[in-house]
């Protein structure tokens, strides 16, 4: 059964993982410990992958936010934010 909350991946680390640990807490499965993103928005053509870690959605929405659609477009072609940011 999928269980969660929507979050903003632009905060801050540490409040993400703020607002991952009562989702677990609350899940209906007992002793959750795994989370996994299963939708988003605001990533453009950009699309992340249900495994990607915290990090890795964080710094890519906060390049989004930055630079707009233009990065995410950027990104959906390039493999890391460093490519992406030469081109």
């Known amino acids: 059964m999928l269980h969660g909350v ?3 991946a632009t905060e801050d680390l ?3 993982q ?3 640990n009562p989702m677990l807490e ?3 499965e ?4 795994e989370w996994a993103i299963h939708d988003y928005e605001g990533y453009g053509a950009y699309r992340l992958s249900e495994y990607d870690g ?8 906060c ?3 930055e630079h707009g659609d233009i990065a995410a477009e950027l990104l959906s072609h ?5 490519e992406a940011h030469k081109a």
């Not at 007992?30 to 410990?33: A, L, N, R, V």
């Open 6 to 8: 929507w979050i903003d």
């Open 14 to 16: 540490d409040d993400i």
């Open 18 to 20: 703020d607002q991952i």
């Open 26 to 28: 609350a899940s209906p």
């Open 30 to 33: 007992e002793d959750s410990e």
């Open 54 to 61: 915290i990090e890795g959605a964080h710094e890519v929405a």
């Open 63 to 65: 390049f989004i936010e």
């Open 78 to 82: 390039f493999s890391t934010i460093d």
